[in-house]
């Protein structure tokens, strides 16, 4: 599959072209120089046509952390197979930019200088001043608009394969189409099983982005000492003991009064991400003590039901041994009483090639189906052991449980009186089925219900 990458000067177009293309807002765009700054990838069909797309950051020498978002993006460019260059129409070209767009000429690929922000006919007289590139392919589009994009996605289209064509069927095969669509639904079933989302969650500058780059291998994300560097999600898939991993390192969350700008749409976006995440990786500063935020991020875990594992980087400035840590960890964290710890730092990669199998097992236990026969085994002799309180003297009783979700473990109690179950014995089932079936890293989740009640009716 071709990649398109999309290279220019910060805040000319290039993320809004991104979502246009894949006719979806998926990358954060405002008038904010220096919006994107991680490398985003969408695989896309242009009229049949399968490609991928990259939008990336703003080529800027301006500070540190711009030159290492320029850095990664000359890097999108050369791994790419087109780039599109991108260029503001209501300003005069930049020495900057045509020095760059010289550079990746020398590349030998496929690239076209496209002028943004050209919204009338009147305006294409500015696009002669861009001649001057030398470009051989210039294209005068307003994204905002969708004016000239047809145009350009016509010059794209010529440099990607042709689709194969289509399978035509003979009357004397001897299977139907049935079986074959049946087929198809199980292998997508399979891939389906294969994916595990995981959300890389915690405060600004704690190291989720060094964990993400340790894990896949390489530079994918943008790392500063710069608070907030992260602003749009940034995913990177793996293959792994046969599983795909694709890890998304959401934006750093602040506490509500100091978010400002565009973090607002990361922290709507980080939102998003959770929602269809499995596992939640929650990284911690084992260097510095845990804060109300830590805590208040850690709930968000809980909020969107995921497996989760405590991450704990800086293990190497760690500010106290293990022991004290981890008290602290389980007394602040309790809601997250269910995760696994892992100690690393992801700077040294001391132990982060542990987290890829503890995601695996994880993940097993986040989609573990238990027998009804061995839960009820499991629910009746943690009964014995410990009664159910009475409710004001009348009789409680659990008549049977049954699992009926995963992701997360979901279970029903089926119950004479489902409402004078209290929060204290749910709790001690949730650990007594923890304890019988291994939920470490899950959630279990316990639902009381009537004789013929549903989910719809509680």
């Not at 046969?242 to 890890?247: C, E, I, Q």
């Not at 049977?400 to 979700?405: E, K, L, N, R």
Request: proline share 3%.
């Amino acid at each position: 599959m071709k990649t398109i990458a999309l290279i220019g000067l910060p805040n000319v177009g290039k993320s809004s072209l991104f979502n246009r293309i894949a006719k979806e807002r998926l990358a954060i765009t405002s008038d904010v120089s220096g919006t994107t700054r991680d490398i985003r990838y969408k695989d896309v069909e242009i009229e049949g046509r399968a490609c991928r797309i990259a939008d990336t950051g703003g080529l800027d020498d301006s500070t540190t952390l711009f030159k290492n978002v320029k850095k990664q993006s000359l890097k999108a460019a050369k791994e790419a197979d087109i780039l599109l260059f991108i260029t503001d129409g209501k300003v005069l070209p930049q020495d900057i930019e045509k020095k760059l767009f010289f550079e990746l000429q020398k590349l030998k690929k496929p690239i076209a200088l496209v002028i943004n922000k050209i919204d009338n006919e009147k305006e294409e007289e500015r696009a002669w001043e861009f001649y001057q590139f030398g470009a051989q392919n210039i294209f005068t589009v307003s994204v905002s608009h969708n004016r000239g994009i047809a145009k350009l996605l016509s010059w794209v289209i010529s440099f990607l394969p042709v689709p194969k064509e289509e399978l035509v069927l003979e009357d004397d095969e001897d299977f139907s189409l049935e079986e074959v669509l049946n087929e198809e639904d199980k292998k997508e079933e399979e891939v389906i099983d294969d994916l595990i989302n995981v959300a890389i969650i915690g405060r600004v500058n704690v190291g989720k982005s060094s964990l993400l780059n340790a894990i896949v291998g390489s530079d994918r994300a943008v790392v500063s000492e710069v608070a907030g560097t992260t602003i749009d999600p940034v995913d990177e898939m793996i293959t792994y003991n046969d599983k795909k991993l694709n890890f998304v390192d959401t934006a750093g969350l602040r506490k509500r009064g100091k978010i400002e700008g565009i973090e607002k749409y990361a922290l709507n976006r980080t939102s998003s991400m959770l929602e269809r995440s499995d596992i939640a990786l929650l990284v911690l500063d084992a260097s510095e003590p845990f804060t109300e935020l830590d805590e208040r991020i850690a709930s968000l875990v809980d909020k969107y039901t995921l497996g989760c594992i405590i991450v704990l980087n800086k293990w190497d400035k760690a500010r106290e041994s293990f022991e004290k840590i981890t008290e602290d960890v389980r007394y602040k964290f309790k809601i997250l009483s269910y995760a696994p710890i892992i100690t690393l730092s992801a700077l040294s990669k001391q132990r982060v090639h542990k987290i890829n199998d503890l995601i695996i097992k994880i993940y097993e236990n986040y989609t573990l189906r238990v027998p009804t026969a061995k839960l009820n085994e499991a629910v009746q002799e943690a009964s014995r052991r410990h009664q159910l309180p009475s409710d004001k003297g009348r009789h409680v009783k659990i008549y049977y449980a049954v699992q009926f979700d995963t992701k997360p473990p979901r279970f029903a109690l089926v119950m004479n009186r489902p409402k004078s179950l209290h929060f204290s014995y749910k709790r001690f089932l949730a650990n007594k089925i923890r304890e019988a079936f291994g939920f470490e890293g899950a959630p279990v989740i316990l639902m009381a219900r009537a004789r013929g009640e549903s989910d719809e009716q509680k």
